[in-house]
């Protein structure tokens, strides 16, 4: 099965919060790190937590990290048509070797 | 920002020929890149990590002699695929890694989308 799972689509109304969720499999990780794709560009650095953090905010981004339940999300506030993307989970023990998820294509309506 | 660039974005190759993709780093120098490739829905999976000056680092399950990587000098990583089939349809991502292993920043090329016909 796979080391880093996401759902694959999420659909949401601007204005409102988007919640994407991540599940990952290896407890050794140390970093989580969420990255956003738009169409034609390469993946960007979003934000990323350390393990032995619970929550990590920026501005609209906040970041939640269940470490005994293997589970990361990230929250968007406010969302806006310019946030519709695709959005990547990944862990890695020494941010070296990632493992990625598929991807989150987040849908924003006006 | 630090920009990494693919090329091709797209490519259409017929069935056992080879297909050249490039990934260049535009404004700083990586000792190490790595290479990924997705099908769809799936996630993106590490394949090779290429070494400045040194052979690259295959993972399990990835064909040496199928997958070739050339990383010739500090800004320039290349992944040809040999003899490709139609198996080998999938898209293609490059990263670089800008400072020192283990704690730089990974940055992502715009990856390059192959079909094998």
């Known amino acids: 099965g796979e080391d880093v799972e996401q759902s694959l689509f999420l659909s949401v109304r601007e204005g409102d919060s988007s919640v994407i969720n991540c599940t990952y499999t290896d407890s050794s990780s140390t970093y989580l790190y969420w990255y956003k794709q738009e169409p034609g560009a390469g993946l960007q650095l979003l934000t990323y937590i350390f393990s032995n953090m619970d929550m990590k905010q920026d501005q609209r981004l906040t970041v939640l990290l269940n470490k005994k339940d293997k589970h990361l999300s990230l929250r968007i506030a406010d969302t806006q048509t310019g946030d519709s993307a695709i959005y990547f989970c990944a862990e890695s023990i020494n941010n070296n070797d990632m493992r990625f998820g598929a991807g989150t294509r987040l849908t924003v309506k006006p | 920002g630090a920009v990494v660039s693919q090329h091709p974005s797209r490519v259409i190759c017929k069935s056992g020929t080879s297909v050249k993709i490039e990934c260049r780093s535009l404004d700083f120098q990586a000792t190490t890149m790595f290479w990924y490739r997705q099908f769809p829905k799936q996630s993106l999976m590490l394949m090779a990590t290429s070494n400045e000056g040194s052979k690259a680092t295959y993972e399990q399950g990835v064909e040496k002699d199928k997958f070739l990587i050339n990383h010739a000098s500090l800004t320039l990583s290349t992944l040809t695929v040999t003899s490709a089939h139609p198996e080998d349809s999938s898209f293609y991502i490059c990263?670089?890694?800008?400072?020192?292993?283990?704690?730089?920043?990974?940055?992502f090329g715009e990856g390059s989308r192959l079909t094998v016909l």
């Open positions: 990263s670089a890694r800008r400072g020192a292993p283990n704690t730089g920043e990974l940055f």
